[in-house]
């Protein structure tokens, strides 16, 4: 079947790496109709900074959608700009415990096609297509838990944070919620009002606090950009139940380094990347391997250059995948033998990694290969 083949290459074509986990990609514009697609209207446009705005998400007859999802999980929209359709994946800011739509933001970066074309050219009434919801950035809440949640949020990192703050502080009535919040200036705090309004109502269990690179003469929070020193002297030596880290990559790290010098157990820290894996820094094998796939007993061969993911696909293996760029866990995998060589930075967490898991959009195998499943 040489047309497959021919289609997977085409929607595996990298994109150039940024931070915005949306750079534009053609491989989208040849896609199989294997997952379920949904039309979703544009309820209301809200301006939250002057580079970020919140969609709210309505069905196509205005109703509320039959959209289920978890706090921290993501939306994924099918978007044409120009005649090719991108993929991009953006965290719900609304909790689903409250009786309002569920809504996403986004910031616009100066080289992101999508989220340009989502603040200059979507309005309210305008409809859009996506994906049913998915992610594992997300805390299983128990109304008799009792428990301390950190959240550090670095820019529009805060996204899927406000929604796992509200959702823990409405689902745990004995939790409590520290709130870090970095970004560049006052003016592009996010959700600064919406912040407030939830202190207010769940002090004191909701602390939050900001950081600024660039403060006021008046500013009263934290000055400097926010890293794992900024969080360790904000928490003043308390330890928390759970630590979720979405931001910037270099923020996330210094946090994520600083905890676990603090001798925070790894397991408690949960981190959510909106950077895409790039096989630009990658030692890609330049040989072929073979695949195979345990459940099935199905045996793929993996050409030089060639994912895991794509090489499935090719041999019609239905592996599940979204993004196809290492940032939203949806192809993860479970390997019981051989090798393989993975482009970074991506999703998976350490503990994931020492388990065997591996993400097939951005693997390679590097030796015969046995997957777990399929």
Same mark, same amino acid.
């Given at each position: 079947m040489p047309g497959i083949a021919a289609f997977v290459r085409g929607w595996f074509a990298e994109p150039p790496p940024t931070f915005e986990r949306r750079e534009p990609s053609a491989r989208w514009g040849q896609t199989r109709p294997r997952q379920v697609r949904r039309t979703l209207r544009v309820a209301e446009v809200i301006q939250e900074t002057p580079s970020t705005r919140t969609f709210v998400l309505a069905a196509p007859d205005g109703a509320a959608p039959a959209l289920h999802y978890r706090a921290g999980q993501h939306l994924t929209l099918l978007v044409d700009v120009g005649g090719t359709t991108h993929r991009r994946c953006y965290s719900f800011s609304s909790s689903p415990l409250t009786a309002r739509l569920p809504a996403i933001t986004v910031r616009r970066m100066a080289d992101g096609v999508v989220s340009r074309h989502l603040h200059d050219r979507v309005h309210a009434g305008d409809t859009v297509l996506a994906l049913d919801p998915t992610g594992n950035f997300t805390l299983e809440t128990d109304a008799a838990a009792s428990r301390h949640v950190v959240l550090v949020a670095g820019g529009v990192g805060i996204t899927p944070l406000i929604s796992l703050a509200e959702t823990v502080l409405?689902?745990?009535? !004995?939790?409590? %919620? #520290?709130?870090?919040?970095?970004?560049?200036?006052?003016?592009?705090?996010?959700?600064?009002?919406? &912040?407030? =309004?939830?202190?207010?109502?769940?002090?004191?269990?909701?602390?939050?606090?900001? !950081?600024?690179? %660039? #403060?006021?003469?008046?500013?009263?929070?934290?000055?400097?950009?926010?890293?794992?020193?900024?969080? &360790?002297? =904000?928490?003043?030596?308390?330890?928390?139940d759970a630590y979720f880290v979405c931001g910037p990559e270099a923020m996330m790290q210094s946090v994520c380094s600083a905890l676990e010098a603090a001798g925070m157990p790894r397991e408690r820290v949960h981190t959510e990347r909106f950077a895409y894996a790039s096989a630009a820094t990658t030692r890609i094998p330049d040989h072929p391997a073979e695949i195979t796939f345990a459940a099935s007993g199905r045996k793929v061969t993996a050409r030089a250059g060639q994912t895991i993911l794509q090489a499935g696909l090719e041999a019609g293996v239905d592996l599940p995948f979204s993004c196809t760029m290492g940032g939203c866990g949806a192809c993860k995998v479970q390997t019981r033998a051989g090798t393989v060589v993975m482009s970074e930075p991506n999703c998976l967490s350490e503990t994931e990694r020492e388990a065997g898991y591996l993400l097939a959009c951005c693997a390679y195998a590097d030796s015969s290969l046995v997957i777990a499943g399929h």
């Open positions: 409405r689902a745990e009535p !004995a939790s409590r %919620v #520290t709130l870090l919040c970095g970004n560049r200036s006052e003016e592009e705090i996010v959700f600064r009002r919406r &912040l407030a =309004a939830l202190e207010d109502e769940f002090r004191p269990r909701l602390v939050v606090r900001h !950081a600024l690179d %660039v #403060t006021p003469e008046n500013w009263a929070g934290m000055r400097g950009a926010l890293d794992g020193q900024q969080v &360790l002297r =904000a928490l003043g030596g308390q330890q928390a």
